[in-house]
């Protein structure tokens, strides 16, 4: 589920990677953009076993750098703090209280969060090797 706002620099990671990995041809692919509220309980009641949140998040790490973290793991890190009507921590948990998905978050650091359609070189670097890396997995998985 991507996650971020495309005017804001790199808060748009979460929805260009979504886009991205949908265009090579990942399934189960949806772009939340600001309002992933909306579409959670949905995408729980589906039946998943997993949900990986994607957005840009402030680990204070050099830009591009990546996190996984389970839900505890987003819970601990960012409680209430949130660009989103809730945070992400609490999404997890509602989803999870719902039933058997796990909830997971795959973010990257900005480098810029200034109003702008375009991704800072970093987050650009990072968007590319994620596509490439999660589209290997997905189509390796689907020959096995």
């Known amino acids: ?39 959670v309980t949905s995408c729980a009641g589906t039946g998943f076993d997993h949900l990986v949140f994607l957005d840009a998040v402030d680990i204070g790490a050099a830009p591009g750098s990546t996190v996984f973290l389970s839900s505890e793991e987003m819970a601990a890190r960012f409680p209430q703090i949130s660009t989103h009507n809730l945070s992400l921590g ?5 989803v999870e209280t719902g039933g058997k998905t796990r909830v997971w978050l795959l973010g990257a650091q900005p480098a ?29 998985g689907a020959r096995s």
């Open 1 to 39: 589920m991507g996650l971020g706002n495309v005017q804001g620099g790199d808060d748009g990671f979460g929805v260009r990677l979504a886009e991205a990995l949908t265009r090579a041809g990942v399934p189960d692919v949806v772009v939340a953009g600001t309002d992933p509220e909306r579409l």
């Open 112 to 140: 810029s969060l200034k109003p702008s359609p375009a991704l800072s070189p970093a987050i650009r670097a990072t968007l590319a090797i994620l596509t490439a890396l999660i589209g290997s997995v997905v189509s390796e």
């Open 90 to 94: 609490t999404l997890a948990k509602c």
